[in-house]
Every structure is written in C-alpha cells, then in structure tokens.
C-alpha cells in the first residue's frame, strides 16, 4: 500500500499533497475542537498502528497481511484527529525507514489517511450500536478497499505507467478487496477487545 | 506535562506496543525471510511494469527498519523503538498545535 519513490510522476505527486494538504487544513481546523481524551489518544494510537504496522504475516507466495490501521483511528478519535494519527505514522515510516516515498507522501497519506479514514470514519456510523462489531469489520474493509482503488486511480492516471486505469484498478482494487477482509477482522477484534476492556476509548472518537 | 499525562493516562497502551514491538522481528523479519516476502504493491507493480527507485535515492541508514551493524532481528527491534520515540514526539508536538486558544 506504501507507494515508493519512483511509482507516480510528478504532475500526479503535486496534486495528491495539494490535496492531502488541503485536507489536512480542514482536518487541523476541526481537530482542534475535538475532546481533550480523544486528542491525548492520538499520539499513542500513532504508535501502535506503527508498531502494528511492522507485525505483517507473510504469506507464501510473496504477499502479507497487516492493520493498515485508518479506520481504526477514525473509530477511536474520529476522522479529523485520525488524519493526524495517520499522518504521524506515514511521515515518520516514509521519513525515517524510507518506507514509502517522499514524492509519494501525498498519494499516500491521501490514501491511508483520508480515503480509508474518512471511508472507515462513515461506514462505522452507517451501524446502529448494536452492530458496531460488524460496523467496524465494514469500515476495515471498506476502508483498504477504496485506498486500494485510489492507489489504483493514482498509479493508473500517472504517466510513469504506459497502461492506464483498466489495468491498474482491477489489479489495486481486486487484491486490496481482498486483503480488507483481514482489515476488517483486525479492526472488528481489537474494537471489541476495547468495548468490553476499555469503553471509554471507544466514546473518544466523537470529533 | 503532556507527556506524563500520557504515560499516566495510556501506560498499559504503551507497554503493549512495547511488547508487540519486541515480538515484530519474528513477522517482519524471520517469517518474512521464511516465505520470501515482498510488500504487495511491489508485486502488482512488477506486474504493470513499474520500478521503485527507493535504493538510488536513499536517505536514511535505517532503509527498510534495518541498522547498520546490527543483525536484522535486533535492527527491526531497534528500528521499530526509534520509530516509537519520533511518532510520540511529534505526537505530542501536535498536541501542542491543536491545544485550543
């Protein structure tokens, strides 16, 4: 999911961070108005996701699985302080661990951090409370399955690649769909396990 | 101030990502090497054609959650720490920017 250096040409680099920036206004705007507990989470939750991040399960074959961690965050703080929560991750991984690009900073936190966000954010609420637990398990995978179609979008309109989008989204879509459903137990699990452990996180996502 | 609210408010969250940290080596490191990973978008975009130029444009001596001179185990243990201390920091120096006026 982490787009390296090289991936996406430059036209397609600058109108990702102008967006991801742009949203990250808005999201700076509204963040602060959140409460005081879900604000104190974000740092901790950045580094768990990170962490998370780093325990992939690989599988034979040459893939894996582990939390991408954007609808988790948008379920435990709400959408705008998760932009943050994801941000954090994404610009210390691609920073420190050149793990994802610079010039693709902005394809990817537009990505994992408002298309899965923002995805995860609005299906969760779609549930009624008695049905959060699939809510969540909807978000996950709805949330790395759109990341992976806009990944798709962003590989496909770039010119570094000759194919175009008829190739490209079914390949980032149809494997990222797939791949969600492991999002989705991920997020389901560890949002039930703080339910019944720790409710009160639960209520800090109301930003 | 903040921090040690932090530390008060979300010790057992922070010890678990500890814990989690020091057992990463075994996922990220020994069964990746067991089975021969890649990252997957490697892999799509080795089907469309595409190159990373990650290794020509390196910045960092820890690519890839690896320090130099230490086994790769313990480098992705170490990483993952360095990892933890940058994202708290920065964390809470947003914590600073969204404080409400």
Same mark, same amino acid.
């Given at each position: 999911?982490?787009?390296?250096? *090289?991936?996406?040409?430059?036209? %397609?680099?600058?109108?990702?961070? +102008?967006? %991801?920036?742009?949203?990250?206004?808005?999201?700076?705007?509204?963040?602060?108005?959140? &409460?005081?507990?879900?604000?104190?989470?974000?740092?901790?939750?950045?580094?768990?996701?990170?962490?998370?991040?780093? =325990?992939?399960? #690989? =599988? #034979?074959?040459?893939?894996?699985?582990?939390?991408?961690?954007?609808?988790?965050?948008?379920?435990?703080?709400?959408?705008?302080?998760?932009?943050?929560?994801?941000?954090?991750?994404?610009?210390?991984?691609?920073?420190?661990?050149?793990? &994802? *690009?610079? /010039?693709?900073?902005?394809?990817?936190?537009?990505?994992?951090?408002?298309?899965?966000?923002?995805?995860?954010?609005?299906?969760?609420?779609?549930?009624?409370?008695?049905?959060? %637990?699939?809510?969540?398990?909807?978000?996950?995978?709805?949330?790395? /399955?759109?990341?992976?179609?806009?990944? &798709?979008?962003?590989?496909? +309109?770039?010119?570094?690649? +000759?194919? *175009?989008?008829?190739? /490209?989204? #079914?390949?980032? &879509?149809?494997?990222?769909? +797939?791949?969600?459903?492991?999002?989705?137990?991920?997020?389901?699990?560890?949002?039930?396990?703080?339910?019944?452990?720790?409710?009160?996180?639960?209520?800090?996502?109301?930003? | 101030?903040?921090?040690?609210?932090?530390?008060?408010?979300?010790?057992?969250? @922070?010890? @678990?990502?500890?814990?989690?940290? !020091?057992?990463?080596?075994?996922?990220?490191?020994?069964?990746? $090497?067991?089975?021969?990973?890649?990252?997957?978008?490697?892999?799509?975009?080795?089907?469309?054609?595409? $190159? $990373?130029?990650?290794?020509?444009?390196?910045?960092?001596?820890?690519?890839?959650?690896?320090?130099?001179?230490?086994?790769?185990?313990?480098?992705?243990?170490?990483?993952? @720490?360095?990892? !933890?201390? !940058? !994202?708290?920091?920065?964390? @809470?120096?947003?914590?600073?920017?969204?404080?409400?006026?």
């Amino acid at each position: 999911m982490h787009i390296p250096d *090289g991936f996406l040409d430059p036209a %397609t680099c600058a109108a990702t961070y +102008l967006i %991801t920036i742009a949203v990250g206004v808005v999201a700076f705007r509204r963040a602060r108005l959140a &409460g005081e507990d879900a604000k104190l989470l974000v740092p901790v939750l950045a580094a768990a996701i990170f962490v998370a991040q780093m =325990l992939n399960w #690989p =599988l #034979p074959g040459g893939t894996s699985l582990h939390l991408v961690g954007g609808a988790l965050a948008a379920i435990l703080v709400g959408p705008w302080l998760g932009y943050f929560v994801m941000l954090l991750v994404l610009a210390v991984q691609a920073l420190v661990f050149h793990d &994802g *690009g610079i /010039t693709t900073l902005g394809a990817n936190v537009l990505n994992m951090g408002v298309v899965a966000v923002l995805t995860g954010y609005l299906v969760y609420k779609a549930f009624p409370e008695r049905w959060k %637990t699939v809510g969540a398990f909807a978000a996950g995978w709805l949330s790395l /399955t759109l990341a992976g179609i806009a990944c &798709g979008i962003e590989l496909g +309109l770039s010119s570094q690649f +000759l194919y *175009g989008l008829s190739v /490209t989204l #079914p390949v980032m &879509g149809g494997w990222h769909a +797939l791949l969600g459903l492991i999002e989705g137990a991920i997020t389901a699990a560890v949002y039930a396990y703080l339910k019944a452990r720790a409710p009160g996180l639960i209520a800090g996502g109301r930003a | 101030m903040r921090a040690r609210q932090l530390l008060e408010r979300h010790r057992r969250a @922070l010890l @678990l990502t500890l814990a989690l940290l !020091v057992i990463s080596p075994l996922f990220g490191v020994y069964l990746a $090497e067991l089975v021969g990973f890649h990252e997957p978008l490697d892999i799509a975009a080795e089907e469309l054609g595409l $190159e $990373e130029i990650t290794e020509e444009i390196n910045w960092t001596p820890f690519l890839d959650y690896t320090v130099p001179g230490l086994p790769d185990w313990l480098g992705y243990v170490v990483s993952g @720490l360095i990892g !933890v201390g !940058v !994202v708290l920091a920065l964390g @809470l120096l947003l914590l600073k920017l969204l404080e409400r006026k």
